[in-house]
């Protein structure tokens, strides 16, 4: 006997899966003995802050997945279920390069290039799942003008994929590693992810008035 998916449990096992990273965050703040949290300083509370907000950011992408589609199955599932082991993964190379460009920690070359292709394999890994996500939703949708907005955010982000791919590769090859190239590169995501919008309008939405 088939059941049907209950989209509920999977976004409140997903939204306890979110705290506990938030969590992983405060707890790994540095104490001293008299358990005064050393987070206080300025830069480690940005640090956390910044992180914090990452972390929030990629909520509400999972949140909005859900407000756009009913549709779940095995597939959307196990999807979500990898995003999630992801962002436990990715809380802390997160942090570690937060703290490397705050000047909190001191690393070398060699290990700001690991870091950088960490947080770039972690970041490649939750997008590609978002994509992946999408899609599915979007092949198993009947209702064209709601399949095209499925289809947008499929390819949307599969733009992040991309990105955190040639990232990975330009830490790899230290290009421009000690001034956070492979970083800075991230910002090319706004004009790609514009020209994008710009081309699909023309090729989808504008077919449908």
């Known amino acids: 006997m088939k059941f049907l998916h209950n989209s509920d449990r999977v976004e409140a096992f997903s939204d306890g899966v979110f705290a506990f990273a938030a969590t992983l965050m405060v707890v790994t703040l540095d104490m001293d003995e008299s358990l005064q949290l050393i987070g206080a ?5 940005l640090s956390f802050g910044v992180s914090f907000f990452v972390l929030v950011i990629l909520w509400k992408v999972h949140y909005n997945f859900f407000r756009k589609t009913s549709y779940i199955d095995n597939w959307i599932i196990t999807y979500n279920s990898i995003l999630l082991f992801v962002v436990l993964y990715y809380v802390f190379p997160l942090k570690s390069l937060i703290n490397s460009w ?14 950088f292709v960490m947080y770039g394999f972690g970041f490649a890994l939750i997008f590609l799942c978002y994509t992946l996500m999408y899609y599915r939703a979007y092949r198993k949708t009947r209702a064209l003008s709601k399949s095209i907005e499925l ?13 955190a791919i040639l990232s990975i590769l330009l830490g790899i090859l230290k290009v421009g590693i000690t001034f956070g190239t492979p970083g800075f ?8 992810c514009y020209f994008h919008a710009v081309w699909f309008d023309k090729k989808y939405r504008k077919k449908l008035l």
């Not at 909190?104 to 070359?109: F, L, R």
């Not at 289809?151 to 990105?163: G, M, R």
């Open 185 to 192: 590169f991230y910002a090319l995501l706004g004009p790609l």
């Open 102 to 115: 705050m000047g909190v920690k001191s690393i070398t070359a060699d290990e700001l290039s690991a870091l």
């Open 41 to 45: 300083k300025a830069t480690n509370f």
């Open 151 to 163: 289809l947008f955010s499929a390819q949307h982000f599969s733009l992040y994929v991309f990105t």
